[in-house]
């Protein structure tokens, strides 16, 4: 097995509402990523790189990596 870092999303959600982003391109502007690859983490259609965990803790502070993603088996 390996490992990978999935979103939680729910989290992530409120933690952006919170923070006060109107929208996912807004959200995805401070993050300094395209609003697609917010789009296609969200869906579950692509998993959180480097540049997206970076944004997200970067622009949704006080939240930490244990908040807002989990890291998770993955089978071979």
Do not use: C
Not at 39 to 59: S, T, W, Y
């Amino acid at each position: 097995m390996s490992w990978t870092v999935r979103l939680r999303t729910q989290a992530f959600n409120r933690a952006a509402l919170l923070a006060g982003f109107p929208s996912v391109y807004a959200l995805a502007q401070a993050m300094r990523v395209e609003r697609s690859t917010v789009h296609r983490v969200l869906n579950g259609e692509q998993r959180p790189g480097p540049a997206f965990i970076g944004g997200a803790l970067m622009v949704l502070k006080p939240m930490d990596f244990g908040d807002l993603f989990e890291v998770v088996s993955k089978p071979l």
